[in-house]
């Protein structure tokens, strides 16, 4: 397995360079590769590529590290999968690759330029090309030399495969937005009492024990980030707090942080019925996504935003279709009813006709597959004689066929595409009429849920007016 990290630097690039070729670390430089640069020019071609474009300033260069657990890769694989790496995700950027075998596990460095030399644009590292790109070609590469996949670099087992999708994709988790709840409740808070009162309010249930755990009301298991990271134990968040105060008392921390505040929704004036709805709810979730809470924000809206790709989805069909009331998508399922019935009626005469050849399609296949069996058998190998048999069968049953053998394999070859695409577009109408149900069963429970953010917000305006 890998553990990879990439990290952006603004210091002189032939520092880097020189510190993943150093010949103490990768065995006199055997263990090293470049990717469109010349060995010693590496440095002025790099920065020839910067002059060429006028990029010179910000990040000069970017280093990757991939650490693999002792005992598990050779030098010699890591540098292959190093260079596979780059020749994949660094494609026209200039880059210098070495394996360091000079401590107790073996890593692999990558420092390449942070300007492409094809197209003169700059290398964007975030989260999302981080999980997405960099993380995921290592761990595709890691799997196809047979190494074990890791879910996260750091507490592996506290990340769940289904956590680390969502990551990697771009899209919020229960954890990430536990942590992230945690981080401004400790910034907002005096003491340790009053950040337990604070995830209260944020909606949280608290268990006290050797670790703190938290979770949404609710929801079914307790979360323990303190295993991750230090921050999150009870110590730590102690700790995080007081040195809030004393900077606050030194005047280098203000002692209210901005935030953005949530704005009420203005209704879009191109949608209506289904449509509004589901924009309306989707800009509620997106502000929640953005931690721009609508007042006294329910534990629930927390909780939808986990499904906030699904309700992009299904306002796209509603889109697609033009559905924006009840008879409109009464009108949708009637249709993919009738499209369903006739598609179903299609594969069951393409069904009969494969049923009417089956007994050639199979002999098709058994030549196909059996042929080096008839082959050994020809050469005197031993215990080929039931597959030779089975062999010379099949090829009488087609000599028999009445049908040429090219023709029938044309024949087997169309009637099994049909096949495959009237179960594919049956795959989709079943999926329209879920989509159909579950819009349906969703639009009450979205109503209510806007209609408590709104309430809310109406609340706490009149709140703030009697105060002012």
Not at 18 to 44: F, M, S
Not at 268 to 294: D, E, I, N, S, W
Request: hydrophobic share 35%; charged share 30%.
């Amino acid at each position: 397995m890998a553990v990879t990290k990439i990290l952006a630097r603004k210091g002189r690039l032939d520092v880097g360079i020189r510190y993943v070729l150093n010949g103490d670390k990768t065995d006199e430089q055997i263990l090293t590769a470049h990717l469109n640069c010349d060995p010693n020019r590496e440095c002025r071609q790099m920065l020839d590529t910067k002059r060429a474009v006028g990029k010179m300033d910000g990040v000069q260069y970017y280093h990757l590290i991939q650490s693999f657990q002792p005992g598990e890769i050779t030098p010699e694989l890591a540098l292959e999968i190093a260079k596979e790496f780059a020749a994949e995700h660094l494609a026209g950027y200039e880059a210098v690759i070495g394996v360091h075998v000079d401590k107790g596990h073996i890593h692999a460095h990558t420092v390449f330029n942070s300007v492409n030399y094809f197209t003169g644009e700059k290398y964007h590292s975030n989260a999302q090309s981080y999980y997405r790109q960099i993380r995921a070609t290592s761990d595709r590469l890691c799997r196809e030399h047979g190494l074990s996949v890791i879910m996260e670099g750091k507490a592996e087992k506290a990340v769940s495969y289904i956590e680390w999708l969502r990551q990697s994709r771009g899209q919020p988790t229960f954890r990430s937005m536990l942590e992230a709840d945690m981080r401004e409740a400790i910034e907002d808070a005096n003491d340790i009492g009053h950040f337990f009162l604070i995830m209260e309010h944020k909606g949280y249930e608290i268990k006290h024990g050797n670790r703190l755990a938290f979770r949404l009301r609710g929801q079914e298991r307790f979360m323990v980030p303190g295993r991750r990271d230090p921050l999150f134990t009870e110590d730590g968040i102690r700790a995080a707090i007081a040195g809030n105060l004393d900077a606050i008392t030194a005047g280098t921390r203000p002692a209210i942080l901005y935030r953005p505040q949530y704005k009420p929704y203005r209704r879009h004036p191109k949608y209506t019925g289904f449509m509004a709805l589901y924009v309306h709810y989707l800009y509620l979730l997106g502000k929640v996504g953005q931690r721009q809470y609508p007042p006294k924000m329910t534990p629930h809206l927390r909780k939808e935003l986990m499904k906030f790709e699904q309700y992009k989805a299904q306002f796209a069909f509603l889109r697609e279709h033009g559905v924006s009331t009840a008879e409109d998508l009464q009108a949708v399922r009637t249709r993919t009813e009738e499209t369903l019935a006739s598609l179903t009626k299609q594969r069951t005469i393409l069904n009969v006709r494969k049923k009417k050849r089956k007994q050639l399609y199979d002999a098709l296949s058994d030549v196909e597959t059996l042929a080096p069996a008839k082959e050994l058998y020809e050469e005197g190998v031993p215990g080929m004689e039931g597959q030779f048999a089975q062999y010379m069968d099949a090829v009488t049953l087609l000599e028999h066929g009445g049908i040429p053998k090219e023709e029938l394999l044309e024949e087997k070859a169309a009637l099994y595409q049909q096949l495959a695409d009237v179960n594919r577009e049956i795959r989709r109408a079943r999926k329209d009429l879920a989509m159909c149900d579950t819009i349906e069963q969703n639009r009450p429970r979205m109503e209510r849920d806007i209609q408590v953010a709104e309430d809310k917000a109406k609340e706490v305006e009149r709140d703030e007016r009697r105060w002012r």
